[in-house]
Nanobody, 114 residues
Framework: QLRLVESGGNLVQPEGSLRLSCAASGFTFSRYAMSWYRQAPGKERELVADISRFGGSTNYADSVKGRFTISRDNVKNTVYLQMNNLKPEDTAVYIC???????WGQGTQVTVSS
């Protein structure tokens, strides 16, 4: 069964940091690029970052450049999103995606608030 399971979301103060994880199973993880999206209440789903199959290429939304870092471990079948200097506008459900096979996780909530 193809599956993506996110973890690591939490309530954090502004300027704080979090590391999200997305564990993949049921498919050959290293064959696929991976993405992180986020969706805030009342807003459209937004692509946050993506990473190529072996991590050699990454892309970021302008709103997170310089603060977020996407990475992956093809041995552990996991993709990560390191988020630093968090802002209240980063509050959203963060969702892992394997775009080539249209596979989505259930999401993990990140709330940035003092």
């Amino acid at each position: 069964q193809l599956r993506l399971v996110e973890s690591g979301g939490n309530l954090v103060q502004p300027e704080g940091s979090l590391r999200l994880s997305c564990a993949a199973s049921g498919f050959t993880f290293s064959r696929y690029a991976m993405s992180w999206y986020r969706q805030a209440p009342g807003k459209e789903r937004e692509l946050v970052a993506d990473i190529s199959r072996f991590g050699g290429s990454t892309n970021y939304a302008d709103s997170v450049k310089g603060r977020f870092t996407i990475s992956r471990d093809n041995v552990k079948n996991t993709v990560y999103l390191q988020m630093n200097n968090l802002k209240p506008e980063d509050t959203a459900v963060y969702i892992c995606n394997a775009p080539s096979i249209n596979l989505w996780g259930q999401g993990t909530q990140v709330t940035v608030s003092s």
